[in-house]
């Protein structure tokens, strides 16, 4: 019989701001040199090919596979916060039935994902103004993305049950790898649209395969074996129970940024270059955030299982002021040095101009989504995803859709459709922090009754 090492666990046990920060910089690694991989894309498709390339492979296309990949990765974030919950409770047996019904379910749900999306990958096209230029090229760059999605979705699931019990460290590695072999490929092999598409799956597949390989050699609490992968009732019910709020919040913000995209198509081919292109940028900030967001959610998780929730407060307060001090100084940089990474991007000049407009709307209000991510993370680790959901659905969904729909008529343009955003987030952050307030004060008391 294998033996089990049995080590401290320092996000239950350690310095919070220092084992924070240890947790957090892997994962922000790991979610840049994941976004390195379509940022290589771009620039390659941008700089090489044509600006409706650009268009294509960052513009329409790009929504849509955030909007499915974003349903899945969300509804298996389910299975990562049980898990987190188990593993600090040290439930070895809950702990693998809950990994290998989230190994079972990214199979059968990638499978169900290839098939309808090369189905109806080209109606979701028109349905977004696609424009006639670039409809080939995205509909080619989606049909390729949705056949070798598996690789995708069993990568962000292993990724994501590594970081949930603590190890932050090996998605990084593997990332970092798959990277350099993706941009190896899109420089060598120049196919354009396709090119681009093919390298992206190929290295997605690789970075599947390791993540898959540290989870069946674990000595840790938990181990995956194939013969083992299927469908457990109780863990299944837990990961859709928490998963699907998720999974339907990540929807809706999917959706509500298609119905800006297909806004956005009606301003020309500039425009949608343009917005693709800050869409690249933008992900700086939403990396970081992201990574803040997983911490939290971790800590909060694990502590919740360990019945530490003095810990799962102060936890959330010290993530709260990363967050704010990070988005403080990447609006500045953005500020400063905005105009150069754009031209990374493109050399059209009427193109980065726009994308500066932008950038001028929605970079001073990324302090206002910190509360949104972090404070929604903290909850969905106690399991509460309900009422976060419901606030995400009205706040920045149903709010940005009526804004869409009712202010942009009276004033229209790009400045009425991108100021959208900070509106919506400054009313979801207030709903967050009076909703997260409210709920923290009964943690003691909820997790008494829990383990009554």
């Not at 957090?24 to 994941?34: A, D, E, N, R």
């Not at 350099?180 to 354009?192: A, Q, S």
């Not at 754009?342 to 990324?366: C, K, W």
Request: aromatic share 14%.
């Amino acid at each position: 019989m294998k033996k089990e090492t049995v080590t401290t666990n320092q996000i239950t046990e350690g310095v919070i701001w220092k084992q924070l920060l240890l947790f957090f910089f892997p994962i922000v690694l790991g979610t840049f040199f994941q976004q390195l991989y379509n940022t290589a894309d771009t620039i390659v498709v941008g700089r090489f090919v044509s600006k409706e390339a650009l268009a294509a492979v960052g513009g329409s296309a790009a929504q849509i596979v955030g909007l499915i990949v974003g349903f899945f990765v969300g509804l298996a974030s389910g299975a990562s916060v049980i898990i987190s919950q188990f593993y600090g409770a040290k439930d070895r047996a809950q702990l693998n039935r809950a990994l290998h019904t989230a190994y079972a379910f990214s199979i059968i749900g990638s499978i169900f994902i290839t098939v309808l999306g090369i189905l109806i990958a080209p109606w979701m096209l028109e349905l977004m103004h696609t424009p006639q230029e670039t409809m080939a090229d995205a509909l080619l760059y989606l049909r390729i993305y949705f056949a070798g999605i598996i690789f995708v979705f069993i990568y962000n699931v292993g990724s994501s049950i590594l970081r949930a019990m603590g190890d932050s460290r090996r998605p990084l590695y593997y990332l970092i790898v798959c990277c350099i072999l993706n941009i190896v490929l899109v420089i060598v092999f120049h196919m354009g649209v396709a090119g681009v598409s093919i390298a992206t799956i190929f290295s997605q597949g690789v970075s599947a395969v390791l993540i898959t390989r540290a989870l069946m050699h674990s000595d840790d609490l938990y181990h995956l074996e194939f013969r083992k992968i299927r469908f457990h009732k109780s863990a299944l019910i837990s990961l859709i129970w928490v998963g699907c709020p998720t999974g339907i919040q990540s929807v809706l913000y999917s959706v509500t940024n298609m119905l800006i995209q297909t806004f956005l198509n009606n301003l020309g081919t500039d425009t949608v270059a343009a917005w693709s292109a800050f869409g690249k940028i933008d992900s700086l900030y939403w990396m970081v955030n992201n990574a803040f967001g997983i911490a939290v959610t971790t800590f909060v998780g694990q502590n919740f299982g360990a019945g530490k929730y003095d810990r799962m407060k102060k936890s959330v307060r010290i993530g709260l002021c990363m967050g704010l001090c990070t988005a403080l100084t990447l609006t500045l940089i953005f500020y400063n040095f905005g105009t150069p990474l754009f031209r990374l991007f493109t050399s059209d000049e009427n193109v980065v101009s726009i994308g500066m407009q932008m950038l001028h709307h929605v970079a001073p209000a990324y302090c206002l989504f910190v509360f949104i991510e972090l404070l929604s993370g903290a909850l969905r680790g106690t399991g509460d995803v309900v009422i976060p959901m419901l606030i995400t659905c009205f706040g920045v969904c149903l709010l940005r859709i009526a804004w869409l729909f009712f202010i942009v008529p009276l004033a229209p343009g790009l400045n009425t459709i991108v100021l959208s955003y900070p509106v919506t987030w400054a009313i979801t952050a207030v709903m967050f922090i009076v909703y997260y307030c409210y709920r923290a004060k009964k943690w003691p008391k909820s997790y008494a009754k829990k383990t009554a």
